[in-house]
């Protein structure tokens, strides 16, 4: 081996290095589309079952099949949105109603009152500021949250527009994607990619589905406990909630907290100068315990139900092995991978069964696919 050679093999290590970083660097600007992307294919592979239903059952062209679908997608997206304004104004209008200092003020109050109902009446009640729930509370975030929650809605405009132009095209030509892809695989392993592709996209879309399913049991439950006991924009608050479940393991803390917060918030009355009425043992309590019982409820029936039967009819895998999944995708990637752990897994499976199925261990994982 001459100098020649290593020093052409030396540039061309270094070759490969800089185009690597410059894809990486590419695809890093562009990672709002590549975001948009993957949205419109995840909203494809929903509307892929009833597209197919349209085509093969009531013998829909193609294209209306497609235009269909995406305006029962549309309207369905339209009316969920229209559910949140009215709790967002509510929420919003009760929140710019009330004296953050007298509501600062019941808030201890409802403190004392709490620590007393479960210590007894004569219980001494310790400053609220050694408690650790309320030490670093700020009642000023409220009002900024709901601000920077309206002035986000113009990129998200942007961005949503995006997502349905992209989608409309992946439901209309179902393969798009998969030849796009296609272009980079060498001739002779394109026969075995287009088989991974078409099992990868039967594979995802009955997880998606069975996720809505999962959505529907939460929401269903939740909706008749917060119904049960009063509570205002109880079917937003439901879905609200039941969507948060998606995140694995942490969703439902967040969705726990959230239910909390908004079941004292639609519980607190105030007068017509706006101060606040104290009802915290006869009304507050009482209901968000009632809620949260029906929550922790629906959590039992999602984990011991629910999920088994998504985890183990959709993608064919073990809930212990998803779990492991689970978490090493979060540790990895934080909430993002937690959210795409089970998809992206999914994806790696049918592709080593494909290429790998020699492999033993690959065989012990793939068995069911």
């Known amino acids: 081996m001459n100098s020649n050679t290593i020093a052409n093999g030396i540039l061309k290590a270094l070759a490969i290095i800089i185009g690597a970083l410059l894809v990486l660097y590419f695809f890093y600007k562009i990672q709002s589309v590549l975001v948009y992307i993957t949205v419109a294919a995840v909203i494809s592979l929903l509307g892929r079952p009833i597209v197919r239903f349209?085509?093969?059952?009531?013998?829909?062209?193609?294209?209306?099949?497609?235009?269909?679908?995406?305006?029962l997608m549309i309207g369905l997206f339209v009316g969920l949105?229209?559910?949140?304004?009215?709790?967002?104004?509510?929420?919003?209008?009760?929140?710019?109603?009330?004296?953050?200092?007298?509501?600062?003020?019941?808030?201890?109050?409802?403190?004392?009152?709490?620590?007393?109902?479960?210590h007894g009446k004569d219980a001494v009640v310790p400053p609220i500021e050694e408690s650790k729930l309320f030490s670093n509370l700020d009642f000023s975030f409220i009002p900024s949250f709901f601000n920077s929650l309206i002035s986000?809605?113009?990129?998200?405009?942007?961005?949503?527009?995006?997502?349905?132009?992209?989608?409309?095209?992946?439901l209309k030509d179902s393969k798009l994607l998969q030849d796009s892809v296609l272009v980079l695989v060498p001739n002779?392993?394109?026969?075995?990619?287009?088989?991974?592709?078409?099992?990868?996209?039967?594979?995802?879309?009955?997880?998606?589905?069975?996720?809505?399913?999962?959505?529907?049991?939460l929401f269903v439950?939740?909706?008749?406990?917060?119904?049960?006991?009063g509570i205002d924009n109880a079917i937003v608050i439901a879905f609200l909630c039941a969507l948060l479940n998606l995140i694995p393991y942490v969703g439902p803390l967040i969705s726990g907290v959230l239910m909390m917060i908004l079941?004292?918030?639609?519980?607190?009355?105030?007068?017509?100068?706006?101060?606040?009425?104290d009802n915290f043992s006869d009304v507050i309590l009482p209901n968000t315990l009632g809620v949260m019982?029906?929550?922790?409820?629906?959590?039992?029936?999602?984990?011991?139900?629910?999920?088994?039967?998504?985890?183990?009819?959709?993608?064919?895998?073990?809930?212990?092995?998803?779990?492991?999944v689970i978490i090493i995708w979060g540790i990895l990637f934080g909430i993002i991978g937690m959210v795409i752990a089970?998809?992206?897994?999914?994806?790696?499976?049918?592709?080593?069964?494909?290429?790998?199925?020699d492999n033993k261990i690959v065989q012990s994982i793939t068995k069911d696919i």
């Open 293 to 324: 019982i029906f929550f922790l409820a629906g959590q039992l029936i999602d984990n011991f139900l629910s999920q088994p039967l998504i985890f183990s009819s959709s993608v064919k895998s073990h809930p212990l092995e998803i779990f492991l």
């Open 54 to 71: 349209l085509r093969q059952r009531l013998k829909f062209r193609n294209t209306l099949a497609t235009i269909f679908t995406m305006v």
């Open 81 to 118: 949105i229209s559910m949140f304004i009215p709790l967002i104004e509510d929420q919003g209008t009760k929140l710019a109603l009330y004296d953050i200092a007298e509501l600062e003020s019941k808030v201890e109050n409802m403190y004392s009152e709490g620590y007393k109902y479960f």
């Open 152 to 170: 986000g809605l113009g990129s998200f405009s942007i961005g949503l527009l995006s997502v349905l132009f992209i989608s409309f095209f992946l």
């Open 342 to 357: 089970v998809p992206s897994y999914t994806v790696i499976k049918v592709i080593l069964k494909e290429f790998l199925s």
């Open 221 to 229: 439950i939740y909706t008749i406990g917060l119904l049960i006991f």
């Open 263 to 277: 079941c004292v918030t639609s519980s607190i009355e105030t007068n017509d100068a706006g101060i606040i009425i």
């Open 188 to 217: 002779n392993k394109e026969e075995r990619w287009a088989r991974s592709f078409e099992k990868i996209k039967d594979l995802l879309s009955r997880y998606f589905v069975g996720l809505l399913f999962q959505i529907l049991i």
